[in-house]
């Protein structure tokens, strides 16, 4: 299992970006994905959650109306569009997923907010 986050950057408080996560060596499309994200010495949060189909989707309440998470899954890839960033946004963002009761978090991608 390989995920890859990508699309990640400085922008300033209000700015928008575009996250993306290629995920390879399973089935794709089987699976829940979700976006994780973690600021340096806390724990890691959920954001958000899609199933499978990418028909339903979740989202922790501070990003709720921002964020919005999205899939293709004839290209494999994950997507987070963040709008109006916040400065509490900064962190690291991973995409995760969970198989046969293992949890696979890929490396991640810097999202810094600031002025």
């Known amino acids: 299992v390989q995920l890859q986050a990508s699309g990640g950057g400085l922008v300033q408080p209000g700015g928008s970006l575009t996250l993306s996560c290629a995920a390879s060596?399973?089935?794709?499309?089987?699976?829940?994905m979700t976006w994780v994200r973690q600021i340096h010495g806390k724990d890691p949060e959920w954001v958000a959650a899609?199933?499978?189909?990418?028909?339903?989707?979740n989202y922790e309440e501070s990003v709720k109306g921002r964020f919005t998470i999205s899939r293709d899954n004839t290209r494999n890839i994950l997507y987070l569009k963040m709008n109006n960033l916040k400065i509490e946004d900064t962190a690291m963002y991973y995409c995760?997923?969970?198989?046969?009761?293992?949890?696979?978090r890929g490396q991640g991608t810097l999202v810094t907010v600031s002025s």
């Open positions: 060596g399973f089935t794709f499309s089987s699976y829940f």
């Open positions: 899609i199933d499978e189909s990418g028909g339903i989707a």
């Open positions: 995760a997923t969970e198989i046969n009761d293992s949890t696979y």
